[in-house]
């Protein structure tokens, strides 16, 4: 991330230079500067705008802003033209806020943090025993305190499916949520605990349930680059055709990877596995990646391919997926 920041900062200071406008600028404890324009600013938090991150919330306690008033104050520069100091003009009003900015202050004003989210919309197709068409929604929300994320995320798919005898149905939907909380231990130790539900009638699960506790460590960190592993236990209730002991104790491992490509390109990408400790017959495993365009500040686009098998879905469930998803996102 310091990396990254650096880069902006030093473009952002060789524009600057070369325009003669000056611009409000976001002054970190340990010295790092962002410049942008300030939004708003209270005891608690410090909301800026910066053309390429967006509109970031910082702690009072952890930067001050330097605007154009007091730049042109403190410097007192000499005109061009009399020798004397320069007035110093009232800064330019800030931007319109967003409505995903107005959104961003609502939270603020219940839980101070760092707030960013999604909402996905599209298509993907998905292929078991038969070919599936599903029309897909999704949404996010994550909340960063200190050391403590906390993500939201649910969604829904309406499905179509056709048979191999070419029949088109609506089948099969699917649709659940995930709560998900992780503690920073250290600069790369965290805690991770997950709880999610489930209802996916195309796989024959009537209803699922289940808490993962993981312990994890970030193999790679830097700006551009974030590659984590965690393992712990899982608890699973799953109720689903075929399943006699609808109770799971499960081992599960988990991988994940971002990569900043570049500034409007990223690569997401996560596999995870779970199976009983004395029965390696009842597992399941995901794969999964994502190729990400930032097409403007509040507009994304993604392709996603996943790769998945579960045999604890009992024997008339759907074992085997892939799955293929083209979506166009709004970020906040």
Do not use: C
Request: glycine fraction near 8%; avoid cysteine.
């Amino acid at each position: 991330m310091k990396a990254f920041l650096t880069k902006v900062l030093v473009f952002a200071a060789l524009l600057g230079t070369a325009t003669g406008a000056r611009a409000d600028v976001l002054v970190f404890d340990n010295g790092d500067k962002l410049t942008g324009k300030l939004v708003s600013q209270d005891t608690d938090n410090i909301h800026f705008s910066n053309p390429t991150l967006g509109v970031i919330v910082v702690p009072t306690a952890q930067a001050h802003v330097e605007t154009a008033k007091t730049q042109v104050a403190a410097s007192g520069a000499p005109s061009a033209v009399t020798g004397h100091p320069t007035n110093s003009k009232t800064p330019a009003p800030a931007a319109p806020l967003t409505y995903g900015d107005r959104f961003k202050l609502l939270v603020n004003d219940v839980v101070p943090g760092q707030v960013s989210g999604r909402l996905d919309a599209g298509v993907n197709d998905s292929r078991t025993s038969s070919v599936t068409t599903q029309i897909m929604s999704v949404g996010n929300l994550t909340l960063k305190n200190g050391p403590d994320t906390y993500d939201l995320k649910g969604f829904y798919y309406y499905t179509a499916t056709t048979d191999m005898n070419g029949v088109v149905n609506r089948s099969a939907d699917r649709y659940g949520s995930d709560m998900t909380y992780n503690r920073d231990l250290s600069a790369r130790l965290f805690v991770n605990n997950q709880t999610g539900y489930l209802r996916d009638f195309q796989a024959n699960i009537n209803e699922q349930a289940r808490d993962i506790l993981g312990l994890g460590y970030t193999v790679w960190k830097s700006g551009n680059v974030n590659l984590a592993f965690q393992a712990g236990p899982t608890e699973q209730y799953t109720d689903a055709d075929g399943v006699a002991d609808k109770w799971f104790t499960l081992g599960t491992g988990k991988q994940t990877l971002t990569w900043n490509i570049s500034d409007t390109l990223r690569l997401e990408q996560e596999a995870s596995a779970a199976a009983e400790p004395n029965d390696f017959n009842s597992y399941n495993w995901k794969l999964s990646t994502a190729l990400i365009n930032k097409l403007d500040r509040n507009l994304e686009l993604s392709l996603r391919f996943s790769q998945s098998y579960n045999t604890l879905v009992g024997t008339n469930g759907t074992r085997s997926e892939q799955l293929l998803a083209l979506a166009l996102g709004m970020t906040f």
